[in-house]
């Protein structure tokens, strides 16, 4: 049997390592933590994806498990419709990150998965001779990438905070509030209840006492309309997950170097805004392992896998970009550039018509904005360059 090394257990590193398994490869993943990350609230899979996973023997599964989803209706802080509802197409369900990883995760061997065993920059030589082939989906922070292509790819910040967590409140579908450098989420949960989450662009705190999430939570959504008060007062502290939003602001040239083949967040970290990270990680990995099966030798496959997976990834990572930078501006690191964030007053909503329309909104949640700038793909000189 080939031998697959494959570094990560998150959804990209699990969905590689069951499509190789059915594949007939050997295969083992490495883990860094003592057990498999399930932390998060639901993700949103779209027809494509929900698809390939069916083609994993995984339907019955999600059938089982996740929610049909249909439109995302957008919204001004004050509950005014910004759009129709426009996207995701049919066929997308929303389901638990938990639970998607815990489909993966059961469709392999027990042996295969190693955990508590972080791979080390100086031992990746060593697993790239024992296997034909060494799967880096490492992560945003991914050591392997920044061992083949240098610090100059590490993941930057885009200055955003991300609240998420659940709340006692009933909801259908998902809705997405936005206001001057600050958005809520709300979708319902396969399980009932509703999934939220919050981005903001906060000042530095300076010497006053840090609020505490809740505190910070009320303060910047619990005067807004709609449904997004009533769910921030279902909130409870200790439910609430947050961190900063970390993207690759510099093109790979390629996925793959020697042996070794990057996918998912290690590839092509994005900002969450057209919710495809883990989309995409699953689609690589699919095409990954088809191009593998396709190919006679190792580094035919991995060319013919970056040929068809890093040009368009790094396109939706353009757009999610866009969208990011629309409600929040642009990111520290982009700031010699122009602020591009929607201007509008914080007590006032902007006339909607003037700035946003439903067809450049379907083009940015397509994914289709970056296009114009096809010729720098792949260029390693261009940044996360968006319109
Ligand atoms: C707020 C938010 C909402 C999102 N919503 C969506 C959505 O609705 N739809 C969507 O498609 N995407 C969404 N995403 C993006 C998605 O979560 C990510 O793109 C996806 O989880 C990336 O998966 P991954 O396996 O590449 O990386 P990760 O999930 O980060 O997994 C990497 C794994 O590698 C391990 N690891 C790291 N270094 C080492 C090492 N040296 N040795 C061994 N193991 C190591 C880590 O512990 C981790 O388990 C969202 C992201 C955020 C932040």
């Known amino acids: 049997m080939v031998k697959a090394t494959v570094v990560g257990a998150g959804i990209a590193g699990l969905a590689v390592a069951v499509r ?43 059938d089982a498990l996740a929610l049909p989803l249909t439109g995302l209706r957008l919204r001004t ?31 392999l061997p027990s042996t ?58 009933s909801t259908s579908g998902l809705t997405e509030s936005w206001g001057r450098r600050r958005r809520f989420g709300i979708s319902s949960r396969p399980g009932g209840g509703t999934n939220w989450y919050a981005t903001a662009t906060l000042p530095s705190a300076g010497l006053a006492p840090a609020p505490s999430d809740l505190e910070e939570l009320r303060r910047l959504f619990g005067h807004w309309g709609g449904a997004v008060a009533a769910t921030v007062a279902r909130i409870s502290e200790g439910s609430i997950l947050r961190h900063e939003i970390h993207h690759l602001a510099r093109r790979l040239p390629r996925y793959h170097q020697g042996n070794v083949a990057l996918i998912g967040d290690a590839a092509h970290a994005m900002t969450p805004d057209l919710g495809r990270g883990a989309n995409e990680a699953i689609l690589d990995a699919m095409s990954l392992v088809q191009h593998l099966e396709a190919h006679d030798d190792v580094g035919s496959a991995l060319a013919a896998y970056d040929r068809s997976r890093r040009r368009v990834t790094q396109r939706i990572a353009s757009g999610s970009l866009a969208v990011h930078t629309l409600i929040h501006g642009s990111p520290p690191h982009r700031q010699d550039r122009r602020p591009r964030a929607m201007t509008w007053d914080d007590e006032k909503d902007p006339p909607v018509p003037t700035y946003l329309e439903g067809s450049s909104l379907k083009r940015v949640h397509e994914g289709r904005v970056g296009e114009e700038h096809d010729d720098d793909a792949g260029s390693p000189e261009v940044d996360g360059r968006t319109s």
């Open 20 to 62: 190789l398994h059915r594949a007939g490869w050997a295969v083992q993943v490495l883990e860094q933590e003592a057990e498999v990350r399930t932390s998060g609230t639901a993700v949103v899979l779209h027809r494509a994806t929900v698809r390939e996973l069916r083609s994993l023997s995984l339907g019955p599964g999600i």
């Open 77 to 107: 802080r004050t509950g005014l419709p910004l759009s129709p509802p426009s996207w995701p197409a049919s066929g997308s369900v929303l389901i638990e990150r938990a639970d998607l990883i815990g489909l993966l995760r059961d469709s």
């Open 112 to 169: 295969a998965l190693v955990l508590g065993h972080p791979l080390a920059a100086r031992d990746l030589s060593a697993a790239c001779g024992e296997a034909a082939v060494v799967v880096g989906a490492d992560g945003v922070h991914s050591a392997l990438r920044q061992q083949l292509f240098g610090p100059a790819y590490r993941a930057a910040s885009t200055g955003t905070t991300v609240w998420r967590g659940t709340a006692e409140v």
